[in-house]
Structure formats: C-alpha cells, structure tokens
C-alpha cells in the first residue's frame, strides 16, 4: 500500500507516466487527478496493465481513459486475455481541469467496478458458468501516463501547451502478485474480497443505474458486435 502524487508534463517532444513497482492480483485503487487542459489528441490516462503489455490474446487490462476534445470524454476499456473492445464513455459531470478528481477501480474475483468520486459507473461482473476466460486474471500492474493520440482523435495544437496532468494522492490497497501462491490473491483475509465487495449495495446500484442513464454516451454491449461477447448476456 502506497500514497504518492506525481505531476508529469509533455510537449511534442514528449510524454509522460508511471507504473507501480509491483504487479497485483486483486485490489482497490484509487487516483486523484486534474486533467491537462482540454485539448484534441490528449489522452491521460489510469490504468492497470498486465506485461508485455501488447501480449496477444493473452492481455488483462483495466483503463480509465480520459479523452480530450470538447467536451472531455471518460472512455474505460477492460481486456481479458484478448485485445479489449470491451468500451464504454461518458460524459463528466463536472469540469475534470479545474480540480483534483478521485478516480478508484475494485477489482477482485467477484466484480470489477470503476468508480468517480466515488460514485460507481460501471460495473463488470465474473459468472461461474462462464468459467475465467473472459474476466481478467492475469497480475497487472498500476500505471498511469498523459500521451499523444493523433492517430486517434486527430491532430494536437501544439501551441497550445505544454499539457500537465496533475496526479495527486493515489493509493494502493492490493494484493502483491506471487507467481507460486496466486490463490493468495482470492483470500478474504483481504478486506476487498470480502463478500460485502461481491456486488454493489442497494443504495450504489441505485446511483449506478442513475449515472449510467444519465452519462453514457457508448456501451460495446449495445453495438453490432455484441454477440462476440458472452457477457453481454448478463449485462
């Protein structure tokens, strides 16, 4: 367990981030961030990775992408032993440059969940009779990075930099990946494994149901390609 607070810049000829020391295998982990200001091509970024992280077919990941434009738009993204297109964006509800923002993601056996100022906004749950193929198990570390995104979203006004991303008071409460005792990881002796972290209470999933009508702009469940996604049955 950790807390910390970093302030990376980058210009054109840049980038900037940082990654844990250690990977982990269940957790709940939280960052305070104020965004660079609003500019097309900027993309922050929260995340856990599992390495290599451009593994094929075998790559967990779990991401808090903040997509600059007008307005900004929260993309979160979650990979299970696969190239992801699990997505889904909304819309903030507040100005995300103006100040510090915390910003939390549970994670164990049970359920993922994603989390804004504490306020749940998306859930992704395991079912037994889909077995782990498609919920992430893989040790991943915590890692976080302001980036480049041309490619993306368009070309960036370099004028208009230099692009600071503010992460304050982030803190660890994880599991410390070790490849002989995975199971360890699983163990309710860890407070965010216990079964009051197994689903949201009645009161968040009321306030999940109410955000999520009110700020989702994309749900990979509801596209075209839905059906390459079992989950979605469950959604």
């Known amino acids: 367990m950790g807390r910390e607070s970093c302030h990376p810049s980058w210009s054109w000829r840049t980038r900037g981030g940082f990654r844990s020391k250690y990977a982990y295998g269940s957790g709940y982990f939280t960052m305070s961030i104020k965004l660079p200001k609003n500019e097309r091509g900027v993309v922050t970024t929260f995340y856990l990775t599992s390495q290599p992280d451009n593994a094929q077919n075998n ?10 434009g007008r307005p900004y738009i929260l993309n979160t993204n979650i990979f299970a032993a696969d190239s992801g297109h699990r997505e889904q964006a909304f819309k903030l509800w507040f100005d995300p440059t103006s100040n510090f923002h915390e910003y ?26 889909m077995g782990v193929k498609y919920y992430p198990r893989l040790p991943m570390y915590v890692q976080a990075s302001t980036w480049n995104a041309t490619k993306w979203r368009g070309p960036v006004d370099w004028s208009h930099g230099p692009f600071i991303a503010n992460f304050g008071e982030f803190e660890i409460f994880g599991c410390p990946y070790v490849a002989s005792k995975p199971q360890i990881c699983d163990s309710t002796r860890f407070s965010w494994n216990t079964p009051k972290y197994w689903q949201l209470d009645p009161k968040q999933q009321a306030i999940y149901k109410k955000v999520k009508k009110a700020t989702m702009t994309y749900d990979y469940c509801k596209d075209v390609l839905a059906h390459q996604f079992p989950e979605c049955k469950f959604d």
């Open 104 to 129: 939390a993601i549970l994670w164990n056996n049970h359920q993922i969940v994603f989390f804004v100022d504490k306020v749940p906004i998306r859930v992704y749950k395991t079912d037994g009779t």
């Open 59 to 68: 790559h967990d990941e779990l991401d808090f992408e903040f997509v600059g």
